[in-house]
């Protein structure tokens, strides 16, 4: 070691400069969600989610207006009025999950309905419109999900709590799409 005065002051530097470069200096930039599951109707306790930074219902639409002709083709070839809802409950389901096709599966999260359980979420992504989006899940054989719509910004904590009142209408959403056929050409 030639010149120990240099490592000294290599050392004091990176030791001043440690606090600006730490966690806790980003803690300040990050925005958290906590998140709660009291849906009491769901048979399983528990939804796979992430977080979109786009609203996802225009694709989930685009989906079902891409299909419309096999789904209603699919539809009229059932015998009974079970069966109708079982394959249409899973033309729902399809198109819905399809939105996840682009989310990795690190970015997707499980929450559990336990009684007093809930999950933290945080990002240092950025301030803005952000959708908390759940995989559709079974109740009473009809497939539903949540999509819930938040601004967050930088040093905030927003707490949600995903209930049977703010559920998404995937059937609602569903039935428009295929109600109001195009114009003929």
């Known amino acids: 070691m030639r010149n120990p005065t240099t490592v000294i002051l290599g050392l004091c530097l990176a030791a001043i400069t440690l606090p600006f470069n730490s966690p806790a200096a980003d803690d300040d930039k990050a925005w958290a969600i906590g998140l709660w599951l009291d849906s009491p109707d769901l048979e399983t306790p528990a939804v796979q989610w992430t977080v979109f930074d786009e609203d996802p219902i225009p ?70 419109d952000k959708w908390i989006v ?8 009809a497939p539903v999900c949540w999509c819930l719509h938040v601004e967050v910004h930088q040093g905030e904590t927003i707490q949600l709590k995903l209930t049977e009142k703010n559920r998404f209408d995937l059937l609602s959403a569903y039935e428009s799409v295929m109600t109001n056929l195009p114009p003929d050409k």
């Open 59 to 128: 694709g989930f639409k685009e989906t079902l207006i891409r299909n419309r002709n096999i789904h209603q083709k699919m539809l009229k070839n059932t015998e009974d009025e079970r069966r109708m809802r079982s394959v249409r409950s899973a033309q729902i389901s399809t198109a819905w999950d399809r939105c996840f096709k682009r989310v990795t599966g690190d970015k997707v999260n499980l929450l559990t309905g336990g009684p007093g359980e809930s999950q933290g979420y945080s990002s240092d992504g950025g301030d803005g």
């Open 134 to 141: 759940t995989k559709t899940v079974s109740v009473h054989g």
